[in-house]
Nanobody, 114 residues
Framework: VQLQASGGGLVQPGGSLRLSCAAS????????MVWYRQAPGKLRELVAV?????YTNYADSVKGRFTISRDNAMGYLQMSSLKPEDTAVYYC???????????WGQGTLVTVSS
């Protein structure tokens, strides 16, 4: 599975962005699409996950502000009420029905600053 993330950029605090993740290849093998992020000097952390049944889960730090969704081979992360601490490189990831990692996108930088 190949993943291509896009949609990052510079946004002011309180603003919104929508990230996209385009999957190609063995799309039928994808169960869950996951967004991670990695801020400078920090470990990569899980932001949100959505599986093929529509189940979603979010990191506590983004609950109520971020919404994950998917449509066939596309995954999305709608981010609202952005804070400076949301600044990070965001990565999309795909997992199989057995929980195996199927691939990573290249990362897209989100910078929240005034």
């Amino acid at each position: 599975v190949q993943l291509q993330a896009s949609g990052g950029g510079l946004v002011q605090p309180g603003g919104s962005l929508r990230l996209s993740c385009a999957a190609s290849g063995s799309i039928a093998s994808i169960n869950a699409m996951v967004w991670y992020r990695q801020a400078p000097g920090k470990l990569r952390e899980l932001v949100a996950v959505i599986d093929s049944g529509g189940y979603t889960n979010y990191a506590d730090s983004v609950k109520g502000r971020f919404t994950i969704s998917r449509d066939n081979a596309m995954g999305y992360l709608q981010m609202s009420s952005l804070k400076p601490e949301d600044t990070a490189v965001y990565y999309c990831n795909a997992r199989s029905y057995y929980g195996n990692n199927l691939g990573w996108g290249q990362g897209t930088l989100v910078t929240v600053s005034s």
